[in-house]
């Protein structure tokens, strides 16, 4: 970790965001302890990288989190709209991971505005872990102030929210950090070469309030979420964390 | 007491079909069936029919071959216990505690209660007239054990004369020596078994037959029925259970009133902000109501009368019991939406049909915690109340290898099933289609694993793969044309991971070629 002190002159990228200059500054990685509660992760719709990219950065908020024992018995609520059912099916119970194996309470809305209420009631309690959300396109009724809605009950709670967005535009949105997912070829497993691995997933996290954007090859690793760094130029070095680089290409209006 | 209700089917099969006893129908030979594993089976039989041959127990068939005419009904043995035990609370008129003995008895505590009718002998006066007039046929009897009793309600004779009562001075052997072996409520194989001992009467089991000894008669059944632990199949038991010498448990019928709160109101209700206001002070008095009887309502029920007569009803199911008012009003409000008062609603009335205990809990220390969310079953009850009480599930484990079986999706807040643990021989896919959608294979290995295939309108190349995992459908459930199952895991170019499945085998005489579906999405 490197620190500022006060006689070094600030970046210049850090002084021209209002509040939280340092924390603008720091790049995102997994296990952060105060992650932002409410994200979007865009995904194509015949895979299920989404999905499985929410849960994997839900585990990991919920372990950088963890405040009192109860946390790991508190459920999961997964909302899915019929169309989001359709295209990408039901959660299965002997495919979870197991950890939240017996967790999950699963909402089948019907229409976009059913699952933005059960997300937003789910919000208001007390007593879940976070919420999971699958949307399928771009409904009319999933606009801004819906997504500022989501936003502010989610911060009122403290519970965090992961809304997958299965083939949809990224429209305006007040997520605090939007990813894009693709699946990735998995990972070469021990035994069979031939054989799938574990998965892996192309996270571009392409719009955040405190992180810089960036891309990252996530993948599960028994329940810890490894991040290897993706550089758009192929040549340059291992991301190292939140070391002070001179990231001042942090783009406002992506998205 | 015991009360021999003796034709308790056939009197509720005449009651629901408004017949008298040997009239329309009922004159004709009927008998009610239940079906079986070997036919139907005949419950009971009317007199026309008893009289033509056939008997309860026998098979319709071989009734129908004894008369021909033989009408069948469907049995309604549910019924019959519901029946019984409004019965049971009715009969608490003689006495202040009823039991049932299903299928077809009771029994009523009448000790210190008979004097009230003028007697022993007139209390069961008063009860063949009661039951009478309810259009059922009761035998009654009065003894001081219930065994006694059933013994003397079953088999002994009655008349009017000689009822069938044993006091408590009397020598229960007077009156019960003569009785089968069968009023000691055996299993049948029992009663076999002493019938082929030549044990045919009570008497003969405690040796009053010519030249017995007691105590050689008992030490001999003890030790023919020494492995026999239970009432039911040791007649030892059932004799001392009915001359009073070992207790005999009972579980006795206790009336549960379901809580009910009503409100009239003068001038007839037509708008709905007045409606809500009734409808707080109901769930306030609900909530006392409950809160007297330490329980929390589960399904809560919202009648309304209107003027002109019409009845509006709102059910509602809750996801844990409660007896929060305010929780409840939120929740019927959202069903009251819509709602036509008519000429206007001058009746409320609100009762929890279904209850749980629910004891008084500590509520939060700190206020702010308390007012910070709603609780889990609040948020459930909300989401069921506008999604669907079907829309809010939890996926629990089913013990079954197929795939869409092995889980199922029950209530979120029930327990869930006991299961064994799972063998995590084989990595499943994180979601699963409702339905297995149809891929066209353009190419496959020559071994059988595809290479290419069109799933959604786009082709797919096919990189790494899986398989097959062979899973046979569950013979015991499914057709014996049921075709069994190869999966795969594969891994397309772009690295997406499916699960796919090949229907069936080439040459399996169980339809044509085999066609392919992917059923599931791998993270």
């Known amino acids: 970790m490197s620190r500022f002190s006060p006689s070094l002159p600030v970046p210049s990228v850090a002084s021209s965001y209002p509040g939280g200059a340092r924390r603008a500054a720091a790049r995102w990685r997994p296990g952060l302890a105060s992650q932002p509660l409410h994200s979007e992760i865009f995904a194509p719709g015949h895979q299920a990288c989404g999905v499985g990219l929410a849960l994997a950065l839900a585990r990991d908020a919920l372990k950088a989190a963890a405040d009192s024992a109860d946390a790991a018995r508190r459920h999961v609520l997964w909302v899915q709209d019929r169309a989001a059912i359709r295209l990408g099916g039901r959660p299965y119970l002997h495919g979870l991971p197991a950890d939240l194996r017996y967790r999950v309470i699963h909402v089948a809305a019907t229409s976009p505005e059913d699952a933005l209420f059960a997300m937003e009631e789910g919000l208001k309690c007390r007593d879940l872990a976070c919420v999971i959300g699958e949307v399928a396109g771009n409904p009319r009724t999933l606009d801004f102030t819906a997504s500022r809605r989501l936003s502010l009950a989610a911060e009122r709670a403290g519970i965090a929210l992961w809304l997958v967005r299965l083939d949809a535009a990224p429209d305006l949105s007040s997520a605090r950090m939007r990813w894009r997912a693709a699946a990735a070829p998995s990972l070469p497993p021990r035994w069979n070469p031939t054989a799938p691995g574990a998965g892996r997933w192309h996270a571009e996290l392409f719009r955040a309030r405190a992180h810089l954007p960036g891309e990252w090859m996530l993948s599960d690793d028994a329940g810890a979420l490894r991040a290897e760094r993706v550089s758009p130029l192929a040549a340059s070095p291992p991301d190292h964390g939140d070391l002070a680089d001179g990231s001042g290409a942090r783009s406002l209006a992506a998205g | ?523």
């Open chain 2, 1 to 523: 007491m015991a009360i021999w209700l003796m034709d308790l089917a056939l009197d509720r099969w005449r009651q629901v079909n408004r017949l008298a006893r040997g009239e329309g129908a009922d004159a004709a030979p009927l008998a009610l069936i239940s079906d079986t594993a070997h036919g139907p089976r005949i419950d009971a039989v009317n007199p026309a029919a008893r009289a033509a041959g056939a008997a309860a127990g026998m098979r319709l068939a071989d009734a129908r071959a004894l008369c021909p005419a033989l009408a069948a009904v469907p049995s309604d043995p549910a019924g019959d216990l519901a029946c019984l035990e409004k019965l049971a609370l009715w009969a608490q008129r003689w006495g202040p505690w009823s039991a049932l003995d299903p299928p077809d008895g009771l029994l009523v505590d009448t000790t210190g209660a008979s004097h009230l009718f003028g007697g022993e002998a007139r209390l069961l006066a008063d009860l063949a007239a009661a039951f009478g007039q309810r259009g059922f046929a009761a035998r009654a009897a009065l003894a001081p054990t219930a065994g006694a009793a059933w013994a003397l309600a079953h088999f002994a004779a009655h008349s009017r004369a000689q009822p069938a009562i044993l006091a408590p001075g009397d020598d229960p052997m007077r009156l019960l020596g003569d009785l089968p072996v069968a009023a000691l409520r055996l299993d049948g194989d029992v009663i076999t078994v002493l019938r082929r001992l030549g044990l045919k009467r009570i008497g003969d089991l405690v040796g009053l037959g010519e030249g017995g000894d007691p105590a050689a008669a008992r030490d001999a059944l003890q030790r023919r029925f020494r492995n026999r632990k239970s009432p039911a199949t040791n007649p030892l038991i059932r004799l001392d259970q009915l001359l009073g010498l070992v207790p005999e448990p009972l579980l006795p019928v206790v009336a549960q009133p379901m809580p009910l709160v009503q409100r009239q109101v003068t001038e007839p209700i037509r708008h709905r902000a007045l409606l809500d206001r009734v409808l707080a002070d109901l769930a306030a008095d609900l909530q006392r109501e409950l809160a007297a009887r330490g329980s929390g309502a589960r399904r809560v029920e919202l009648l309304l009368w209107r003027v002109d007569g019409e009845v509006i009803m709102r059910r509602l199911e809750l996801a844990a019991a409660t007896r929060d008012p305010a929780h409840l009003i939120g929740l019927l409000a959202a069903k009251l939406d819509g709602i036509d008062a008519g000429f206007g609603i001058e009746t409320l009335r609100l009762c929890a049909s279904w209850c749980e205990p629910l004891h008084a809990a500590q509520a939060d220390i700190e206020a702010a915690a308390e007012a910070h969310g709603t609780t889990l079953a609040g948020c459930l009850d909300r989401l069921a109340v506008r999604l669907g009480a079907g829309a809010v599930t939890r996926p629990v484990p089913h013990p079954s290898h197929w795939p869409e079986r092995a889980q199922r999706w029950q209530a979120p807040l029930e327990s869930e099933p006991a299961s064994q643990g799972m063998l995590n021989f084989h990595q499943r896919p994180l979601k699963l289609l409702d339905k297995p959608e149809s891929i066209a294979v353009l190419y496959a290995a020559p071994d059988g694993s595809p290479q290419r295939f069109r799933w959604r309108g786009q082709v797919r190349d096919v990189v790494r793969v899986e398989g097959p995992e062979r899973i046979a459908p569950e013979w015991w459930r499914e057709r014996s044309t049921a075709r069994l199952r190869d999966y795969y895991r594969i891994e397309d170019s772009c690295g997406a991971r499916y699960w796919i499945y090949r229907h069936g085998l080439v040459g399996d005489g169980r339809g044509g070629a085999p066609l392919w579906f992917l059923h599931g999405l791998y993270a």
